[in-house]
């Protein structure tokens, strides 16, 4: 029996992929929207035809806003505002269970799903874990389960003491496709609680891709002060009042240092569902009973509502003292030196890279006396720091863009290729057919090997070169990734090591595949010492799933992290070898569907290297797959019993199976259906042959070739 929505695959569009956000968006916080508002930004610009929608906590603003459809990220919200305490309780409590069908359904209905920036793994202010943490650990999983990318781009991080808030939370970031932080401290945060983020990056938060309006420097007389409904973090709840007195008392003594000294100012809040509005009040009214004399117009509470306001309230002050995260992020963003009252390391991470440091304090304990000392002194250097954070920001902009296109490289590849090749076929008209990709620099191959029918019979197949209106091209290797070079030429160039170092990057994390070679070469190892190499290594992920009575050795045109068992050197214009060595075990996965003519020259120099009693483990495409899809950057397309033929003339093939069998042309990136197949090591007839994605070969040396390896 099939269960639809757990098994099955829903339908989804390379040309329209479906895109989802997620979060604390649309409630309120103006930080957390305008987050989301970089991220619609880049969506707009780079993947125009995606379809959106959000789940978030404010599905009307958002779609009051920005016009994009959206739901509750809470079953329990449609009945809020109607139920008495003891009914919200309960609708809470129900809610629980059926936010976990909601979240399903919802999630499986998208290609991707974003989670964009914010402190989503933080409990730097009071949370309960069956709030967001519960709500992200749902999301995560469901994607993980679905096959839905759920990317966690530049989010906060922070050390967690309660035990299932901080399970919840590394379980999501553990399950998610893509995860980026906004600092170090986040990432360390992460790797500390036991997160492997080796192939995480840092990037700066998404506010800085919002556009800054024009302005100046500023009145050199005008204040901006940003307050906060403050009551500290999650830890402090049994003190949240005593914390709350302490700091709004700090904030009343030094506006009025301020009114005293002859400045204006303006307050700044960063919400619009009036909880900081309460503090905005209490400072007014602490400055007309201490004040009363004081002109109405040298103090103003500016209303905003969004990030773009806040920008235009902030505009007309020199300098920025400000609470929330976002209030210094945008006073940064239009160059204006500030001093952070920060509540979380986030703070003062970003001060720090800003060239800021010294102008921090913590909004827990601040003091007075010396906020005015710090803001006298930022007064006397503002002119140097401006122009250092004028610098940053140009930084800031460079690493988003990066991101960005990091983000379309694994998010939409099939985007990404559909748009470069209308554009190739826009820019040229037809392919130059007698030209093909080779990952090395050797000489193109005839066209006659490129010929509209690869191979006769009822496996005749057309590449996306010469095949209009199909579906775009995978690599069935790796659903996660795919990055194609923009250039318009992509079919006429040779790929060298600077095309093949960025391609090799998209394989640092282990995939389905390598997964089950590991099992496969463990097998074979059975815990006895042995050599092994590993041709077209790129990062060496494989290394990382062997244990150490395997010898790894790799070789690859591009290494990223040079080692003395790595050798980078082009396969194609030099023998494969390492050295004077022969091995036990040589791997060769996704290598051969890139050698073109020269397939017969590696696998003879392959067996040159294997010793007596050695195994060569190939893995290939079956490019007779129902699907009938390959991957853009192939040059060596021939059917299955073709590469065996020329494998036997090298190798006495011992066994050969399908890697998985998938419905797709892509290797299972769903838990049950990689589960199942990771333990299927068998040709099924008549359903192997259409829905193998790839085979691997186990092979031993022919009798001719091991006497020929002992002459030598």
């Known amino acids: 029996m099939r269960i639809h929505g757990f098994t099955g695959r829903h339908e989804r569009s390379a040309a329209t992929p479906r895109v989802g956000l997620f979060g604390l968006l649309g409630s309120g916080n103006i930080g957390n929207d305008a987050l989301m508002e970089s991220v619609l930004r880049y969506l707009k610009a780079q993947h125009p035809d995606a379809r959106l929608d959000a789940m978030c906590k404010g599905p009307d603003g958002v779609r009051e806003r920005y016009g994009v459809a959206a739901i509750p990220l809470n079953w329990y919200q449609n009945y809020e505002?109607?139920?008495?305490?003891?009914?919200?309780?309960?609708?809470?409590?129900?809610?629980?269970?059926?936010?976990?069908?909601r979240t399903a359904s919802w999630v499986r209905r998208h290609d991707v799903v974003i989670v964009p920036g914010s402190g989503v793994l933080e409990a730097s202010l009071p949370l309960r874990p069956w709030g967001m943490p519960y709500a992200m650990f749902l999301l995560c999983a469901w994607g993980r389960l679905f096959g839905t990318k759920v990317a966690l781009v530049s989010v906060g991080a922070t050390v967690i003491n309660q035990r299932l808030t901080r399970w919840l939370f590394n379980s999501a970031a553990r399950l998610a496709f893509y995860r980026s932080y906004r600092d170090a401290e986040s990432r360390d945060v992460m790797r500390r609680q036991g997160l492997d983020v080796t192939d995480d990056n840092v990037y700066p938060d998404l506010a800085f891709g919002i556009p800054v309006p024009p302005h100046d420097p500023g009145d050199p007389q005008t204040v901006g002060v940003g307050v906060m409904d403050y009551h500290g973090a999650n830890d402090d709840r049994r003190h949240a009042d005593e914390i709350y007195t302490s700091y709004i008392?700090?904030?009343?003594?030094?506006?009025r240092w301020l009114v005293d000294d002859g400045r204006r100012i303006r307050l700044l809040v960063g919400d619009t569902n009036n909880s900081d509005g309460r503090v905005v009040q209490e400072i007014l009214a602490d400055l007309r009973a201490h004040r009363p004399d004081l002109d109405p117009s040298r103090i103003i509470a500016a209303p905003v509502s969004s990030f773009a306001e806040?920008?235009?309230?902030?505009?007309?002050?020199?300098?920025?003292?400000?609470?929330?995260?976002?209030?210094?992020?945008?006073?940064?963003?239009?160059?204006?030196?500030?001093?952070?009252?920060?509540?979380?390391?986030?703070?003062?991470?970003?001060?720090?890279?800003m060239g800021l440091s010294e102008f921090c304090q913590s909004a827990y304990s601040l003091d007075a006396g010396?906020?005015?000392?710090?803001?006298?002194?930022?007064?006397?250097?503002?002119?140097?720091?401006?122009?250092?954070?004028?610098?940053?920001?140009?930084?800031?902009?460079?690493?988003?863009?990066?991101?960005?296109?990091?983000?379309?490289?694994?998010?939409?590849?099939?985007?990404r290729l559909a748009r470069a090749a209308a554009e190739q076929e826009s820019a040229k008209g037809v392919q130059d057919e007698s030209a093909i990709i080779l990952p090395g620099g050797c000489r193109s191959i005839p066209a006659a090997a490129t010929t509209d029918t690869l191979w006769g019979g009822q496996n005749s197949y057309r590449t996306k070169q010469h095949t209009q209106g199909r579906r775009v091209m995978k690599d069935p290797a790796s659903s996660k990734r795919i990055v194609p070079d923009d250039g318009a030429d992509n079919a006429a160039r040779y790929r060298k090591r600077d095309f093949w170092s960025k391609e090799n990057a998209a394989y640092s994390r282990p995939h389905y595949r390598l997964e089950k070679s590991a099992r496969v070469i463990n097998g074979l190892a059975r815990g006895r010492e042995c050599t092994l190499l590993d041709v077209g290594c790129g990062p060496a992920t494989l290394m990382r799933l062997l244990p150490p009575n395997i010898e790894y050795y790799g070789v690859d045109i591009a290494i990223p992290n040079p080692a003395s068992n790595l050798l980078e050197a082009d396969l194609l214009e030099a023998p494969i070898r390492f050295g004077d060595k022969r091995f036990d075990i040589i791997v060769a996965q996704g290598f051969f569907e890139y050698v073109g003519a020269f397939q017969p020259q590696k696998l003879a120099e392959i067996a040159k290297i294997l010793n007596k009693k050695g195994t060569f483990i190939v893995s290939y495409t079956n490019f007779g797959h129902r699907n009938k899809e390959v991957y853009w950057l192939y040059n060596n397309v021939q059917s299955l019993d073709n590469f065996r033929e020329s494998l036997t003339r090298y190798f006495k093939i011992q066994r050969f199976f399908p890697t998985s069998h998938n419905w797709n042309h892509t290797e299972p990136n769903r838990t049950l259906l990689k589960n199942t197949n990771m333990h299927i090591n068998v040709n099924i007839p008549f359903i192997s042959p259409i829905l193998a994605v790839e085979y691997f070969f186990v092979c031993s040396q022919h009798l001719s070739q091991a006497a020929s390896t002992r002459s030598q």
């Open 310 to 353: 806040l920008m235009q309230a902030m505009a007309p002050v020199s300098t920025v003292v400000a609470t929330r995260f976002h209030n210094v992020i945008c006073a940064l963003r239009l160059a204006k030196p500030a001093i952070s009252l920060g509540y979380a390391p986030k703070f003062a991470a970003l001060m720090t890279d």
């Open 370 to 415: 010396r906020l005015i000392e710090q803001f006298c002194e930022l007064e006397k250097r503002q002119a140097q720091l401006r122009q250092t954070i004028k610098d940053r920001n140009v930084a800031y902009e460079r690493l988003l863009d990066s991101q960005f296109s990091e983000l379309s490289a694994m998010l939409f590849p099939a985007d």
């Open 81 to 101: 505002e109607r139920a008495s305490h003891l009914t919200a309780v309960t609708l809470k409590t129900l809610g629980k269970g059926v936010d976990v069908f």
């Open 249 to 255: 008392e700090t904030m009343k003594s030094f506006v």
